[in-house]
């Protein structure tokens, strides 16, 4: 069994801007790979670096919020393709949770998969949140999972989870692999009632 | 839901895979079909490796190459050494877990989200799991049909079963009448605009309504493949005579056909289904439709202005005006008119024949435009042979297209099909992001293969009404 993820403490980094896609988030060519190990510096590589890999002194890149380990993000984020190499690459990165207005679903579930917690939070307290980041980026920020807060500088936030996430990381069973195989009998049931494929 | 009235065919579908409920309140969901490709595929085989487990029903999964190839020369070895590593993992590993790999030359190999269609693997009534989240393309047979994560690529290798939660079901009814010019392409795009890319987050999306009930099995697949650029986790269309005359004969259709039929009849939602949304769009409403941005939903008629963002508030304003700045456009300016370097006909969204061929019926006596560099990748090596069978290549090569071999090309750009610097594209594919086809500053613009004509031959964004003489 998993160990259990109740909360993610670090520094937070706010990248601005509603629909960041995961193309955004690793552009298509770092795909071309068969182990994620070493997608972690091309992280949002094209808003960080020009076609001559030239810094574009991107937020991420900013030495105040160096090893920041929480982003904060707004409306929609990880929208797009499935590739589970975005929030691979947040995580070889040094991100352990990502708070945003809303998420895109699929992206929304690797990241759980992985022990990532998306929390939602709403505009006008991630903008409070942004801004205290913002004046001081050493703040500690605490995302509490299972208090539902994210607190910082002395400042609480509520945040809002998925009931069954929130079940999955306090019970440490994000990873869902084990919990599926224990059902064995039950899921050959299910496949004896279904027809056959391609016969 | 559920507590009076009917189901819908999500929820008959689930319940017919539902293997049980997991300790965190997530539903355990058999998947009756799974699909891989060279490019999210491979690492689970990997993980599976590391746990020291096996794939439980390789029957039940289907490989193929598509995003990495070629699309001049796929002869082995590939020129791009990783790309060549990509295949061969995944083909040592189906060869290892026996599992049916559908090999370039075999006549079988395709986008993967055409080719199952095409074989009749894709069938009415099942679950169908795929590393990719044009998935959605598949629920055009009435099939929960989910785009998934390289993780759940693994669990589906070793359990055949999914962690889910139920989602919430719109039935979104598309009634009336298409005009002439506007197809499912426009349909889609037009319902992304309405609802919004992330309208859809939380729910399936069932179409229905006149206008599908019309529409062949490949426009509705076109539908349905752009449901995850809507935010919606799936998409479908309830299984009718359309569907059942499309799989009639397919390969892989199921041998006893007509008790299959029967069998799949038996999951189109009751009449009186409950729905948690439904949304009405009058077809006659929808135009020709581009987008002028960098979201499916930055969208507009060929005939409208993009937007002014003086006259949008708050942060929306950001998104106009960034979105603008990327795109090189002004704001309360004409789209039609706004010039393209490239034209691209292909992916899973419009890569099949029935796209080839309208483009084909209009294309003919026009060439394209001097400044233009067009190409045509046909979406799998059936679709390429069914083209070539009819002298659609021709009629394409003719006005100035290349006509290339089948693969996502240009859609995502892991091939050698890329933009170059800032060019920009008018294309049939299905996402307008920020660098997405190749070059971290070209540009895209999404229209249907018809309108990817009518910019290719006259060197502009233009309405493919006027310029080929499509009335009602």
Redesign the interface.
Do not use: M, W, Y
């Given at each position: 069994m998993m160990a259990d993820l109740t909360r993610v403490a670090g520094r937070g980094v706010y990248v601005k801007?509603?629909?960041i896609?995961t193309?955004?988030i690793i552009?298509?060519?770092f795909?071309?790979?068969?182990?994620?190990d070493e997608l972690g510096p091309n992280l949002f590589r094209?808003e960080r670096f020009?076609?001559e890999d030239r810094s574009k002194n991107h937020v991420l890149d900013e030495p105040r919020f160096s090893g920041a380990e929480v982003l904060i993000s707004?409306?929609?984020f990880g929208?797009?393709?499935?590739?589970?190499?975005a929030?691979q690459a947040l995580q070889k990165f040094g991100i352990k949770a990502v708070i945003a207005e809303?998420?895109?679903?699929?992206f929304h579930?690797?990241c759980t998969?992985?022990g990532i917690p998306c929390v939602r939070m709403q505009?006008q307290e991630r903008q409070r949140l942004a801004a205290i980041i913002d004046a001081d980026p050493e703040a500690d920020l605490v995302v509490d999972v299972e208090g539902l807060t994210v607190t910082c500088a002395n400042n609480r936030f509520s945040i809002e989870m998925?009931?069954?996430?929130r079940?999955?990381f306090l019970?440490g069973?994000f990873?869902?692999?084990d919990?599926?195989?224990e059902?064995?009998s039950?899921?050959d049931?299910?496949?004896a009632r279904?027809?056959?494929?391609?016969? | 839901m559920g507590e009076s009235g009917g189901r819908s065919l999500y929820q008959k579908v689930w319940d017919a895979h539902k293997v049980g409920q997991l300790p965190n309140g997530q539903h355990q969901l058999f998947i009756a079909l799974h699909l891989i490709h060279e490019v999210t595929s491979p690492q689970a085989f990997g993980m599976l490796k590391d746990k020291g487990l096996s794939v439980a029903y390789p029957e039940r999964t289907f490989a193929t190459v598509d995003h990495i190839i070629p699309t001049d020369n796929q002869a082995r070895p590939l020129a791009d050494d990783m790309a060549e590593q990509m295949i061969q993992v995944l083909v040592d590993a189906t060869a290892t877990h026996g599992i049916e790999f559908f090999a370039p030359g075999s006549g079988d190999q395709g986008i993967v989200h055409v080719v199952g269609p095409e074989l009749g693997l894709t069938q009415p009534g099942t679950t169908i799991g795929c590393g990719d989240s044009h998935t959605s393309t598949h629920g055009a047979f009435g099939c929960i049909a989910l785009g998934i994560g390289t993780s759940q690529v693994r669990d589906v290798l070793a359990s055949q079963t999914l962690a889910m939660d139920p989602l919430k079901v719109r039935r979104i009814n598309v009634n009336g009448k298409l005009s002439a010019g506007v197809g499912a392409k426009d349909v889609t795009l037009h319902i992304i605009r309405t609802l919004g890319v992330n309208g859809g987050v939380g729910f399936a999306y069932e179409y229905g309504g006149d206008v599908i009930d019309r529409m062949s099995m490949e426009e509705r697949m076109t539908v349905c493949n752009m449901s995850i650029e809507g935010g919606a986790r799936c998409g479908y269309v309830n299984p009718d005579a359309t569907t059942f005359d499309y799989l009639r004969g397919r390969p892989r259709s199921p041998a006893n056909f007509e008790a299959a039929v029967e069998r799949w009849r038996s999951f189109v939602s009751d009449s009186d289904a409950r729905y948690d949304d439904v949304v009405d769009i009058e077809g006659a409403d929808i135009p020709p439709t581009v987008t002028w941005g960098v979201t499916p939903g930055q969208a507009i008629s060929v005939k409208e202005r993009t937007p002014d963002p003086a006259l949008v508030e708050g942060l929306a304003r950001n998104l106009v005006t960034d979105a603008l700045r990327y795109m090189q456009l002004d704001g309360d300016t004409p789209i039609e008119g706004t010039a393209i370097n490239v034209a691209f006909i292909g992916s899973c969204t419009n890569g099949r024949l029935s796209d080839f061929e309208a483009v084909a019926n209009v294309i003919t006596g026009h060439k394209v435009a001097d400044s233009v560099r067009a190409i045509a990748v046909p979406g799998s090596e059936k679709v390429d042979a069914d083209a070539r069978a009819r002298g659609l290549d021709k009629i394409f090569t003719e006005a100035g297209f290349e006509w290339r071999l089948p693969g996502c090309s240009m859609c995502l750009a892991m091939n050698p099909d890329k933009l170059v610097g800032d060019e920009i594209c008018a294309s049939s594919s299905n996402r307008n992001f920020m660098g997405r086809q190749g070059s971290p500053s070209g540009r895209t613009i999404l229209m249907s293969p018809v309108m990817v004509a009518a910019a290719a031959v006259t060197g502009a964004v233009a309405d493919a009404r006027e310029v080929f003489g499509l009335e009602d």
């Open positions: 801007g509603n629909d896609d193309d955004r552009p298509a060519r795909l071309k790979c068969v182990t994620f094209d020009d076609e707004d409306a929609n929208c797009g393709s499935s590739r589970e190499h929030p809303t998420f895109a679903e699929i579930g690797n998969t992985l505009a998925q009931l069954s996430t079940e999955a019970g069973s990873d869902p692999l919990a599926l195989l059902n064995q039950a899921i049931d299910v496949a279904l027809p056959a494929l391609g016969t | -």
